[in-house]
């Protein structure tokens, strides 16, 4: 098991800004693609942004512009920043890890944006 722990979630009024981090073992991270998906109610879990172990990202479109996925291998950490945000941006935010086949998730953290 990897255990992947989120933080950083919270409360923000739109057009704010918010910074998500998810911390995992130094084994498991060096290679892994490392990602952030969330769901909010009623819909499906939806990816919004990945880093291959190399750096190289992709996002989803709805948030190309405004979120930042980072990692700093020092820290076994992928961080998500999200800027200028939106009320459909509220959900429940996942780390998630993937290595050779392996794949964990982390506990959620929820992000509220208020109009």
């Known amino acids: 098991q990897v255990q992947l722990v989120e933080s950083g979630g919270g409360l923000v009024q739109a057009g704010g800004s918010l910074r998500l981090s998810c911390t995992c073992s130094s084994t498991f991270f060096r290679l892994a693609t490392m990602g952030w998906y969330r769901q909010a109610p009623g819909k499906q879990r939806e990816l919004v942004a990945v880093?291959?172990?190399?750096?190289?990202?992709n996002y989803t479109d709805s948030v190309k512009g405004r979120f930042t996925i980072s990692r700093d291998n020092a820290k076994n950490t992928v961080y998500l920043q999200m800027n200028m945000l939106k009320p459909d941006d509220t959900a429940v935010y996942y780390c998630?890890?993937?290595?050779?086949?392996?794949?964990?998730w982390g506990q959620g953290t929820q992000v509220t944006v208020s109009s």
């Open positions: 880093i291959t172990s190399g750096a190289s990202t």
């Open positions: 998630n890890g993937r290595k050779f086949g392996i794949e964990d």
